[in-house]
């Protein structure tokens, strides 16, 4: 399924990715990357969420190969075509709109893969962080476009309160 997933977000960056410009955004993209090695470096004993395959295990055969073609293919790509559109316009109408339209397009994934079996949530998360987590991407990436001290300092404060909130054991971390 994750290969299914890869080749559809390979698709939309090539139909609606502002590649042309891949330089401007490149921050950003490695700003989305970094946070999710972080997250998942810190996590390793005691993760969230875990991935799993169900249909190409041979190259998707544990969670750290389905994260990392997520953090290679679907982040570069989400950056390219949201920022693309969020600041390709002045009306705050259109940049909602597309605000919207990810953060349900990524909140619909995760339900549909945890419907499905190839995501699992653990120690305390569950569909409820998620949503909030979500929302506070697609609000952090133009954030870190225009002001990247600013993101770092939202991320850590939401670190702070995800660790004191779901009650992570920092000795858990590695």
Same mark, same amino acid.
């Given at each position: &399924?994750?290969?299914?997933?890869?080749?559809? /977000?390979?698709?939309?960056?090539?139909?609606? #990715?502002?590649?042309?410009?891949?330089?401007?955004?490149?921050?950003?993209? *490695? +700003?989305?990357?970094?946070?999710? &090695?972080?997250?998942?470096?810190?996590?390793?004993?005691?993760?969230?969420?875990?991935?799993?395959?169900?249909?190409?295990? *041979?190259?998707? +055969?544990?969670?750290?190969? !389905?994260?990392?073609?997520?953090? /290679?293919?679907?982040?570069?790509?989400?950056?390219?075509?949201?920022?693309?559109? +969020?600041? #390709?316009?002045?009306?705050? @109408?259109?940049?909602? /709109?597309?605000?919207?339209?990810?953060?349900?397009?990524?909140?619909?994934?995760?339900?549909?893969?945890?419907?499905?079996?190839?995501?699992?949530?653990?120690? #305390?998360?569950? &569909?409820?962080? @998620?949503?909030?987590?979500?929302?506070?991407?697609?609000? !952090? /990436?133009? !954030?870190?476009?225009?002001?990247?001290?600013?993101?770092?300092?939202?991320?850590? #404060?939401?670190?702070?309160?995800?660790?004191?909130? *779901?009650?992570?054991?920092?000795?858990? &971390?590695?």
């Amino acid at each position: &399924m994750h290969f299914i997933y890869n080749f559809l /977000f390979l698709l939309a960056g090539w139909r609606w #990715g502002d590649w042309r410009n891949w330089e401007k955004y490149y921050s950003t993209i *490695l +700003f989305f990357i970094i946070n999710d &090695m972080i997250n998942n470096f810190l996590t390793y004993n005691h993760p969230f969420w875990n991935f799993k395959e169900s249909i190409y295990p *041979l190259f998707f +055969f544990n969670h750290t190969t !389905i994260s990392l073609t997520i953090m /290679f293919i679907w982040y570069p790509v989400t950056i390219l075509i949201y920022l693309k559109y +969020f600041f #390709g316009t002045n009306k705050w @109408s259109v940049r909602i /709109f597309h605000f919207i339209l990810w953060v349900t397009l990524y909140v619909a994934i995760e339900y549909i893969n945890l419907h499905i079996g190839i995501i699992s949530h653990h120690n #305390g998360w569950s &569909m409820w962080h @998620s949503v909030p987590f979500v929302i506070a991407m697609f609000v !952090i /990436f133009p !954030i870190h476009y225009k002001k990247p001290l600013v993101a770092w300092l939202i991320v850590l #404060g939401i670190f702070i309160v995800l660790t004191i909130q *779901l009650d992570f054991p920092l000795d858990k &971390m590695k």
